[in-house]
């Protein structure tokens, strides 16, 4: 027997989270059977632990989009038992049982060997989000970003992705300007890095003109919505953003106009399905890119019986930074 968060659905449609006792048993089909050590809190997380957003098909349903721990059995030959493995995307914990679990069942193909140097504890603080933001700024590089071109905008920035993109692009040497809705969180943001600090306000009121003074050499952007429309027409000529969130919504209220006067680029980032090799590269980056004692810095710690709570917080913006959960 071992210990899950399970989200059942009543007869009315309503979902009810809480942790139960699971078998191997009910475990879903996999070749990798992997002892959950650490998993963490996304906002696709909080719409799993609570109504489910259209993720969750079936119920009783385990979610977790991620998760970090050690292979307990493996019909694969690439893993075998003791091997350190981390996981996200690949719809684990929203169609598949996921990472709220002491144990997890899944495919060796959506497995990553933890790279050199991070823990479990580590690998999660990171999560799906800090990956994601690691995601971010290698496009943003490979579209020509560099230190020299000028500040970097991060919107979301006391969230998961936000946090986590400014310690990377402030260790990396950029001048990073962080957009934030909680005036409170200056002072944590300062310390992993941000040089100045942008109200929300001042950037998701709806565009008036296309295109103001050319600011930001680059921008990861977890916000969407009126904010990205207004942060397109503030690039700098040639520059890149990355399209990572929609906390602030999935509308785009803009014109083509930074693209075709400024030759502005809007780069997708997507995490869920990125091929092996890009994640290998995206976690070795993650090892030598992000500064551990930054992201100790954004760690709240939580366990399985604290999910109900932060799925809920996370939907509402409240999180700061990165939740470890300690499943055991
Ligand atoms: P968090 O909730 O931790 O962070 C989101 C942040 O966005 C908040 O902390 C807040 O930052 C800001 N925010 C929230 N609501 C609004 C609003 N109405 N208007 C403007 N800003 C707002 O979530 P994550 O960092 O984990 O994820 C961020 C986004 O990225 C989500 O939309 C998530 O679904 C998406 N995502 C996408 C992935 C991909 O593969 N493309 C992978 C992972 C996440 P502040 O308080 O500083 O203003």
């Known amino acids: 027997m071992f210990n899950a968060l399970v989200v059942e659905k009543d007869d009315e449609g309503k979902t009810h989270a809480a942790v139960a006792q699971l078998e191997d048993g009910q475990l879903p089909d996999g070749d990798v059977t992997v002892a959950v050590e650490f998993s963490t809190v996304n906002y696709k997380d909080g719409l799993c632990i609570g109504p489910g957003g259209g993720l969750v098909r079936n119920y009783p349903h385990v979610p977790g989009i991620d998760f970090a721990g050690t292979v307990e059995a493996s019909d694969d030959a690439r893993y075998k038992p003791g091997d350190k493995v981390v996981l996200t995307g690949w719809r684990v914990g929203e169609a598949h049982w996921g990472g709220y679990s002491q144990k997890a069942r899944v495919k060796s193909d959506w497995l990553v060997p933890l790279p050199d140097g991070l823990t479990s504890r580590q690998a999660m603080a990171v999560g799906t989000a800090g990956f994601t933001a690691m995601l971010a700024v290698m496009a943003l590089e490979d579209h020509g970003l560099k230190p ?6 991060v919107t979301g920035a006391a969230g998961g992705v936000g946090s986590v993109a400014t310690a990377i692009l402030a260790n990396l040497g950029y001048e990073v300007t962080a957009v934030t809705g909680r005036p409170e969180t200056a002072d944590y943001l300062k310390s992993l890095g941000a040089s100045q600090i942008v109200a929300r306000e001042e950037l998701n009121e709806p565009i008036k003109r296309p295109l ?40 785009l209220p803009a014109t083509v106009v930074p693209f075709l006067l400024r030759g502005v680029n809007l780069l997708g980032i997507d995490s869920v399905m990125q091929p092996y090799e890009n994640r290998l590269r995206a976690w070795q980056r993650i090892a030598k890119d992000l500064p551990m004692d930054k992201l100790e810095a954004m760690v709240q710690p939580a366990t399985l019986s604290d999910l109900p709570k932060l799925g809920a917080d996370i939907l509402q913006g409240k999180v700061k930074g990165r939740v470890v959960v300690d499943v055991n």
Request: proline content about 2%.
């Open 148 to 153: 020299a071109n000028g500040p970097v905008l």
């Open 212 to 251: 103001e003074s050319e600011n930001w050499a680059g921008c990861v952007d977890a916000v969407g919505g009126a904010m990205l429309a207004r942060v397109l027409g503030q690039m700098k000529y040639g520059a890149s953003v990355a399209a990572v969130g929609l906390a602030g919504g999935a509308g």
